[in-house]
């Protein structure tokens, strides 16, 4: 078989795998979030955290629960980090530094996973379970909360309410995320991905060397890493590392995981919508329409670009397999390269700096969309909904209606909320690189000079500022300045989209809204997709532009 | 003590939240699939040792740094110092354009030429680039295909055994379509050191 026959039926088998997948999850997480009833595990829960799970809150009480459980988060984990070698598992490891704790800490309470440490040689067990992976199963909760706070505010009528956040956190970790990470981990571990509480451990190698193998509780972090967007790895090679993933089916599975949710959200909104007589199925296949256009163009043009295996040194090599791993070749690395970068996960199984100028190139502009094709868990409903929103106003404007969507209407507030949800990541982005490329300790960071240079401290604040995680790993991160603002660039890119989405939220919560009239521009049909599909390119086209110009076009056609 | 402050009541359900679910999440998630782990899939939640007469020499999954004539070589590698690294897993992060890794590149082409006695167009592109995890297990068939030669005179074997072995250890597509093939150093390495 040739290698692009094999490589678009492996593409085609995970499209398959997915849209199979899609419906029954997607009515599942419908179920979750709209039954009455509390299981027994969840109401024991709220006992203990002293909250009354039948109270809903107003989007303000929503943020507050958000915003405190973050802030207190960000504060553990810190912590954590500072004390590790005082507390039991540590496996050797002394205390992380400030910094780097300080951008740890922020990193996975914002579901970014930015990593600027080996995993290996700074994080201690307890450190990785306790403190990594709970924030990778709660930060994702929180980002489909907040999506599903949203849909409520589009469903709703003439209320203050828009849910309870432990009720919506607690049932997302317990009756989600717990069930299907304990499974994908035993997957993994039945692929090789290791399991244990060991250390690094020394052995003889075959030709009388020695070598360390390093151990821990790999597979059960390695599941939520991917089903939570998260993407932050216990090994510094992350999802490359053979003891992360050591097969082609292991690497298949990881992209599943890691697109499932965002995919099958698309699916419960459109349940929502359709119990709730609010709208139809087909507004959630509208959203995942114009997901999967833009998807697809992007996965198309890193897989052409790597297969093709363009620039000096790549062509000196014969092709494109340098930062990649022989068991996956190009396909399988341009797959997971464009899902990771398009659902804000961020873990990688072949280094992206390495990449070709435009493979590179994409995966970068992928981020830049917002990471809403279909974007994080939760965050990626959330994103796609105000981009539907704004193409429902540009539509109004130029027919001179007053937009709606679902019946709600777009007026001054809710467009204010909109555009400054639309302006705020690509303002961190652009304002922070342009800083950061005026300082002289930023060039001395990178690992390549020039245009490549100048591409990976854009992809850094890209992939920060978007809660993405993932690196052009040459730069080195870890000093004072980027440490500090990629930080803030996690902080802000995560908590300002999340206060205006539950703004928002409220907002549409009250309206009444009017009927459906001749003039009402149907959302839920092709004309739709294709202005949702527009909407996206065009507002991230003019953004970023200028930016991409001076990167990786410029370096793509030297 | 009477009620909270408004303002501060949704730490007191923070708080007593996030102690809840590290307990679940942190401790138990982790401690139990590691308990599964260990009793179903012991050979793999351990690593995946490979042994030679009871003695562990390696991961099936991890690659080694083998340099002698009578060894099928590894890919290079940039984890650690000295490449295979298995404390320090890791790329390059060379760019597609760099000169320095064009550099690397051409010199590695001559060297895997000249000690395999084959004409440099022959070298496969894995055998002069550094993998993602600089841990890589495999090279490509066709790099193992060019090693044959040399180590079957050094080991005194014939040829056709050793390309018989080197078939025995190269993996297809999974399911057929997923990835690419590869042939696996260490365990190729440790036949031939049981075949004599």
Known sequence: ?558 | MGPLPQWLRPYGAAVRFLIVMTVLLGVGYPLAVTGVAQVLLPHQANGSLVRDDGRVVGSALIGQDFAGPEWFHPRPSAAGEDGYDGAASGASNLGPNSPELRALVEERRAAVAAENGVPESAVPPDAVTASGSGLDPHVSPAYAAIQVDRVAQARGLSPAAVRALVAEHTTGRALGVLGEPGVNVLELNLALEQAR
């Open chain 1, 1 to 558: 078989m040739s290698d692009s026959l094999a490589g678009l039926l492996q593409i085609s088998l995970a499209v398959a795998l997915l849209a199979a997948l899609r419906i029954p999850v997607g009515d599942y997480l419908a179920h979750v979030y709209t039954s009455p009833r509390h299981l027994a595990p969840e109401r024991l829960v709220y006992r203990l955290c002293g909250v009354d799970p039948d109270r809903e809150q107003t989007a303000a009480g929503y943020l507050r629960g958000v915003l405190a459980f973050s802030l207190l988060s960000v504060l553990a984990l810190y912590g954590l980090q500072r004390l590790q070698n005082w507390l039991p598992l540590a496996a050797g490891m002394g205390p992380v530094a400030p910094g780097t704790a300080w951008n740890t800490a922020v990193s996975f309470v914002t579901n970014t996973n930015w990593q600027t440490y080996s995993g290996e040689s700074t994080m201690g067990h307890l450190t990785q379970m306790a403190g990594l992976t709970v924030q990778n199963f709660l930060s994702a909760a929180i980002g489909m909360a907040v999506a599903i706070a949203l849909v409520r505010g589009l469903i709703r009528r003439r209320t203050e309410q828009v849910g309870n956040v432990w009720v919506d956190l607690t049932r997302t970790a317990l009756r989600v995320l717990l069930p299907f990470a304990f499974a994908a981990a035993l997957l993994l571990a039945a692929g090789g991905v290791v399991q244990n509480l060991s250390g690094l451990t020394a052995h003889t190698t075959l030709d009388g060397g020695s070598q360390l193998l390093p151990g821990g509780p790999i597979a059960s972090q390695e599941a939520i890493k991917e089903l939570g967007t998260n993407g932050g790895g216990p090994y510094n090679a992350n999802s490359a590392h053979p003891f992360e993933n050591p097969t082609a089916w292991t690497n298949l599975l990881e992209v599943l995981l890691l697109l499932l949710i965002p995919v099958s959200l698309t699916r419960t909104f459109g349940t929502m919508l359709a119990r709730s007589g609010a709208g139809t199925r087909r507004h959630g296949l509208a959203l995942l329409a114009a997901m999967g256009i833009v998807y697809g163009l992007v996965l198309a043009g890193v897989t052409a670009a790597e297969a093709a295996g363009r620039g000096t040194a790549a062509q000196a090599a014969g092709a494109a397999m340098e930062g990649k791993e022989v068991r996956f070749g190009e396909w399988a690395s341009a797959l997971f390269a464009a899902s990771t970068t398009a659902t804000s996960t961020g873990a990688v199984n072949s280094a992206h700096d390495s990449f070709t100028a435009f493979g590179g190139g994409l995966a970068l502009f992928n981020m830049l969309l917002g990471e809403i094709t279909p974007g994080g868990a939760g965050s990626g409903l959330y994103g796609i909904l105000v981009v539907a929103m704004l193409t429902v106003f540009l539509g109004g404007l130029m027919i001179g209606r007053t937009p709606e969507y679902l019946g709600k209407r777009i007026g001054g507030r809710e467009i204010k909320l909109i555009a400054l949800y639309i302006l705020a990541t690509p303002a961190l982005v652009l304002v922070l690189t342009g800083i950061a490329m005026a300082l002289p300790s930023t060039r001395d960071a990178m690992a390549n000079g020039g245009i490549h240079g100048f591409t990976e401290v854009l992809y850094a604040y890209a992939s920060t500022a978007n809660n993405n995680g993932s690196a052009f790993g040459g730069l080195n991160a870890g000093t004072p300045f980027l440490s500090l603002t990629t930080g803030l660039a996690m902080l802000f890119g995560r908590f300002l989209p999340i206060v205006l989405v539950l703004a928002l939220a409220g907002a549409l919560a009250r309206q009444q809204p009017s009927p459906v009239t001749a003039g009402t521009l149907p959302t839920d049909r092709p004309l739709f997709v294709g202005m949702l599909t527009a909407t996206i390119l065009i507002v991230t086209g003019l953004t970023f532009f200028p930016a991409l110009a001076l990167g990786p076009i410029a370096e793509g056609l030297s």
